[in-house]
């Protein structure tokens, strides 16, 4: 049986180790020779490298790791990159999220200007490291979830039509999680699901289990009175703001209680709301380097020191076994439906067929096969056209060094009141981003 070798891309991210650790659970069923993490950041990736050499030297000795800056060591000889970079790390996220809220809009790290922001720091960055893939490494693919997923989709259609890359996001699948536990389902695979929208920007339409029975009547019952708020562990768990926004989806469903819909359509219907319910001096940013951070760089730190994983483990997120299927689907052509960021091109019959769109996908090993969705709705049509908009017009602003056109950009989000004062976030933004963004004129 074929092993193959995997480059983790953002090595120094702070859920690398919990991906190397979800591969290592999976070996049965995609087995690999190598795992090589690549970052330009040589010291957060050292501290985390070094931590994963010694935890893998004692558990899975047979799997060859390493860690690197140098793109050629990284690239050669690959199967798969799996991406998620974070250009500007924290410290640029925080000013993403408190830039537009100090004019009381929307401070989020993937919606609104703040998205916006990074989507613009993100595409030279994706951009960059797919070229290193296909310059040493053309046969490999590329599993890119570097946020904000949906610019980064829109710049790779546009600038690297002929890549191997696909864009995913881990969203749904945590919130299909939560689905499944409401609907006293062992696994998210128990459900059959039909969901259209953009990243960050959908709603499911039909929920079936494996024998076609209907299980949306039971879901909605539960969303209208409690959002997603399922009394289950990771509920439990999770930081305040993440249980606001599960809490909030019962408000989001209540527009539109034929479907199903994503928690992060809470920043563009009830911007208001959450605005007044955030803290502009401590954000999610500021929660994460906080928390996750300290967390995660604490316990390498002390791995290196004891020179032993021996009683330490780091936790993998929702999207952590969903990378797995999705490679899985590609190197067995096992057909697997996913939901994926890709070409609209007659999906969604009566939407912009060059949108990147959010939809379910059979992926094989040449990659994924749309579904058709048919027609949808004006309410949610209305609301993508709007939000596909800006995020072309941000990358339109990338491709051109176009002031005007991320002007356009930020003054079309749903989260932002008004021209002028997209222009008073966008030139406050403009200054904190410069050595990120291209130059504007």
Same mark, same amino acid.
């Given at each position: ?7 983790i ?43 994963c ?11 060859k ?10 690239f ?6 799996m ?29 609104g ?49 002929? /890549? ?11 919130l ?19 969901y ?9 339409? /039909? ?41 909030k ?12 819909p ?10 208001d709301?959450?605005v ?48 797995v ?11 697997e ?13 009566n ?17 994924p ?58 030139d ?14």
């Amino acid at each position: 049986m074929k092993k193959f070798t995997v480059t983790i891309a953002g090595g120094g991210s702070t859920y690398t180790p919990g991906i190397v650790l979800m591969l290592m659970e999976n070996l049965d069923r995609f087995p690999l020779d190598e795992i090589i993490l690549y970052d330009n950041n040589e010291e957060r990736q050292r501290i985390l490298g070094e931590a994963c050499k010694i935890m893998m030297k004692e558990r899975h000795p047979e799997v060859k790791f390493s860690f690197t800056t140098d793109p050629k060591e990284a690239f050669t000889g690959i199967d798969f990159v799996m991406a998620h970079i974070r250009v500007g790390l924290y410290a640029m996220r925080e000013l993403d999220e408190k830039i537009p809220l100090k004019y009381n809009v929307v401070g989020q790290e993937t919606c609104g200007p703040g998205g916006i922001a990074y989507g613009m720091r993100s595409i030279a960055g994706v951009l960059e490291v797919l070229d290193y893939m296909e310059k040493y490494s053309p046969n490999a693919w590329m599993l890119n979830y570097s946020n904000p997923a949906a610019i980064v989709a829109e710049a790779t259609r546009r600038l690297r039509p002929n /890549s191997k890359i696909i864009n995913i996001c881990d969203m749904p699948v945590a919130l299909e999680n939560i689905f499944a536990a409401i609907l006293e389902l062992d696994s998210r695979k128990d459900m059959i699901v039909r969901y259209y929208g953009l990243n960050h920007f959908g709603w499911w339409t /039909s929920i079936t289990d494996k024998a076609g029975n209907d299980l949306m009547p039971k879901l909605k019952e539960f969303v209208k009175e409690k959002g997603y708020a399922a009394e289950t562990e990771d509920f439990q768990h999770r930081a305040q703001s993440w249980k606001d926004t599960y809490l909030k989806a019962k408000d989001v469903f209540a527009l539109d209680p034929e479907t199903v819909p994503n928690t992060y359509l809470k920043y563009y219907l009830y911007q208001d709301y959450v605005v007044e319910h955030s803290d502009k001096d401590y954000t999610r940013a500021n929660e994460v380097m906080d928390s996750r951070e300290k967390e995660v760089f604490g316990i390498s730190k002390e791995i290196i020191e004891k020179g032993s994983a021996e009683g330490y483990t780091f936790s993998s997120g929702a999207h952590a076994t969903f990378i797995v299927d999705l490679a899985c689907a590609i190197a067995y052509n096992t057909k697997e439906r996913m939901l994926l960021i890709v070409p609209n091109n007659g999906a969604i019959s009566n939407f912009d067929p060059t949108a990147m769109v959010e939809i379910p996908c059979e992926v094989g090993s040449n990659g994924p096969e749309p579904l058709s969705m048919g027609t949808i709705p004006t309410f949610q049509k209305g609301l993508m056209e709007q939000q596909v908009a800006v995020e072309k017009l941000t990358v339109d602003a990338w491709i051109e060094g176009s002031y005007l056109k991320l002007w356009q950009a930020l003054t079309l989000s749903k989260t932002v009141p008004s021209a002028a004062v997209a222009k008073e976030i966008l030139d406050e933004l403009m200054e904190a981003n410069k050595g990120y963004w291209p130059e504007l004129k």
